[in-house]
């Protein structure tokens, strides 16, 4: 039987008024895991956060019904960039993500491995290794880890198969600053049918086999407005996509991983309250 009360789920929560007020916002939502941006996704550089910020954030944080955070990356950071120029900005700014998260004192940057551009995927992951080692380099001693999202495989992205991101683990010398995160709609769309019981299964063994279930530490819960294999990143809410209540029955159900957290990345308006929609929905799926 799965605990609905002790489960940790929740969504992506706008941080318009600082981060704290990501806090505020998700725990009125009735959320028990957060995913944030530490800064403004769309630019570079961040200002640092003050005293005042962290300390707002920590003992909201911690006065509140959340148990689990999770910081995702900037949308502009590509750690296997062809341009040398932006392959540098980015491992920059991938560092600066790291330290804003120790911080705070959130466990996990999630990121998305990267697009080669041209140069072959072999070449990519092996300068995405490169990158997080630099960055494990200079952030010597944090807790955060350096969270591995499994993509759609859209373009030149790499990191849409099991066997490329068991690479990325392999190359990367600090192993215990290393996690996964599994997006339902990246991997359906990069060809993992969780949508049938069978295909469900196989996906999560094949997982446990080439990269290990000890390192899944969050799931991205998202239907897909593409189909199987599409390759196309896409999000939609949950049941009204090709992956439907079906796909997520399987996941909800799913005892060995229950005590995974589980956060919506789907369309929302400003009060958000379409999370709380898709996260009924997802708890209804309990049998
Ligand atoms: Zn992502
Ligand atoms: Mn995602
Ligand atoms: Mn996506």
Not at 44 to 60: L, N, Q, V
Request: hydrophobic fraction near 35%.
């Amino acid at each position: 039987m799965i605990n609905k009360e002790k489960l940790l789920l929740g969504a992506h929560t706008s941080t318009s008024g600082g981060v704290a007020s990501a806090v505020n916002l998700a725990d009125k939502l009735g959320f028990t895991a957060m995913q944030i941006f530490s800064k403004n996704n769309n630019r570079w550089a961040a200002k640092p956060f003050s005293e005042k910020e962290i300390y707002d954030f920590k003992t909201k944080l911690s006065a509140s019904g959340i148990r689990f955070t999770v910081v995702h990356d900037s949308y502009l950071i590509n750690l296997c960039a062809s341009s040398s120029e932006i392959l540098e900005k980015s491992r920059v700014a991938y560092i600066d993500e790291l330290n804003r998260c120790e911080q705070l004192g959130i466990p996990y940057l999630n990121f998305h491995p990267g697009a080669h551009g041209g140069t072959g995927e072999k070449e990519g992951i092996k300068l995405i290794a490169e990158s997080l080692n630099i960055a494990h380099e200079k952030t010597k001693g944090f807790k955060v880890s350096s969270m591995i999202e499994v993509t759609a495989g859209q373009g030149t992205a790499l990191g849409y198969s099991f066997e490329q991101v068991r690479e990325m683990i392999d190359l990367v010398g600090e192993k215990e600053r290393v996690s996964v995160c599994i997006d339902t709609a990246h991997v359906f769309a990069a060809g993992y049918d969780i949508k049938s019981p069978e295909g469900y299964e196989k996906t999560i063994k094949e997982f446990d086999d080439i990269v290990g279930l000890d390192l899944l530490k969050c799931f991205h819960m998202n239907d897909s407005k593409k189909a199987l294999g599409s390759r196309v990143d896409r999000h939609e809410h949950i049941g009204k996509g090709f992956i439907g209540k079906e796909g997520f029955r399987n996941i909800m159900n799913d005892k060995r991983l229950e005590h995974i957290p589980k956060i919506l990345e789907t369309p929302k308006g400003k009060e958000q309250l379409e999370d709380v929609e898709n996260i009924k929905v997802l708890k209804s799926l309990i049998k």
